[in-house]
């Protein structure tokens, strides 16, 4: 099957925004997902967007849906140490969640 | 509080061994779903479940089977172990009713490593 797309790894400095990047497969998702997973643990639901939605905003995290491109973006405002993860991009499809491979943010002094 | 459990969280066995995992939840979710984690794949699904007595094959399900017989346990079971299945292994569920958005609820993995 088609995947979904997102980069593998992305550096930013503490302090700076990081925004991570994904491409998915299907026009017809009604939701579209971001999971955190920090070291050692499983998954944990960061945030979500329902498809006729082009921005979600909560604390410091924006998220951009560009439907027409079938694009989907995380944004992380004054990126802390914390935020150090791998963060998965997903989409529903035939009532099962596609995952992307994962973005590892790592932080920079 | 509502959570999913999974054990054992570490587990080294030797090749052709018979290995259960086990997924427990108490969210009451319908929906179970086995997934193993590899650099390079990211998450792959192994099974799933959408209720009582009703499994399905993931895209790599080869090597492994699952039984659904209550709503909270959906045990994961390598016949025959491989060293190709030496893997993280985490277990999700999820609500079913329409009105739910299909987050899935992760376990904390399990660490299996086939000798």
């Known amino acids: 099957g088609e995947d979904v797309e997102q980069s593998l790894f992305l550096s930013v400095r503490e302090g700076d925004s990081s925004v991570i990047n994904c491409t998915y497969t299907?026009?017809?998702?009604?939701?579209l997902y971001w999971y955190k997973q920090e070291p050692g643990a499983g998954l944990q639901l960061l945030t979500y967007?329902?498809?006729?939605?082009d921005m979600k905003q909560d604390q410091r995290l924006t998220v951009l849906l560009n439907k027409k491109d079938k694009h989907l973006s995380l944004r992380i405002a004054d990126t802390q140490t914390g935020d150090s993860a791998i963060y998965f991009c997903?989409?529903?499809?035939?009532?099962?969640?596609?995952f992307g491979k994962g973005t590892r943010l790592h932080i920079l002094p | 509080d509502a959570e999913i459990t999974q054990s054992p969280r570490h587990k080294i066995t030797e090749t052709g061994r018979q290995v259960t995992l086990a997924c427990h939840q108490t969210?009451?979710?319908?929906?179970m779903f086995w997934y193993r984690q590899d650099l390079g794949h990211g998450l792959r699904l192994i099974h799933y479940?959408?209720?009582?007595?009703?499994?399905n094959k993931g895209e790599v399900s080869d090597g492994y089977s699952v039984s659904r017989s209550n709503t909270e346990d959906l045990p994961l079971t390598l016949e025959s172990a491989a060293s190709s299945q030496t893997s993280v292994y985490f277990c999700?569920?999820?609500?079913?009713?329409?009105?739910?958005?299909?987050?899935?609820?992760f376990g904390p993995g399990t660490r299996l490593t086939v000798l």
């Open positions: 967007i329902f498809s006729n939605m």
């Open positions: 479940s959408y209720g009582v007595q009703d499994t």
């Open positions: 999700a569920s999820s609500d079913s009713r329409a009105a739910s958005t299909d987050t899935q609820y």
């Open positions: 997903a989409e529903n499809r035939d009532d099962k969640i596609i």
């Open positions: 969210w009451n979710h319908n929906n």
């Open positions: 299907d026009s017809s998702s009604t939701y």
